[in-house]
């Protein structure tokens, strides 16, 4: 399995981006995928996460602003992310969670820096 992420980089508060993850080696179908953060001196946090029935959680921190959203045909997750600001500045993973096993794949880190 391999996820490859893309779309990070700098932008200025209010801003927005769109973080994309691709996937090859993994059904869709039977997954449920995830964007998580780690900012420096902090601990990893679950941003959205969306199953493949379409069920989708996001942290409170990002509700209203961030939208999470999944192309099947293409292995594809996406997280759209609007109305930026600093303390969004983090590294975000792309995770993939097969539900029948609850096993977990993840893609390397795309950072995210917001400036004030």
């Known amino acids: 399995v391999q996820l490859q992420a893309s779309g990070g980089g700098l932008v200025q508060a209010g801003g927005s981006l769109r973080l994309s993850c691709a996937a090859s080696?993994?059904?869709?179908?039977?997954?449920?995928q995830g964007w998580y953060r780690q900012a420096p001196g902090k601990q990893r946090e679950l941003v959205a996460s969306?199953?493949?029935?379409?069920?989708?959680v996001y942290a409170d921190s990002v509700k209203d602003r961030f939208t999470i959203s999944r192309d099947n045909a293409k292995n594809t997750v996406y997280l759209q992310m609007s109305s930026l600001r600093s303390e969004d500045t983090a590294t975000y993973y792309c995770?993939?969670?097969?539900?029948?096993?609850?096993?977990?794949?993840w893609g390397r880190g795309t950072q995210v820096t917001v400036s004030s």
């Open positions: 995770n993939v969670r097969r539900t029948y096993d609850l096993v977990d794949f």
């Open positions: 080696g993994i059904i869709f179908g039977i997954t449920r």
């Open positions: 969306i199953t493949g029935a379409g069920n989708i």
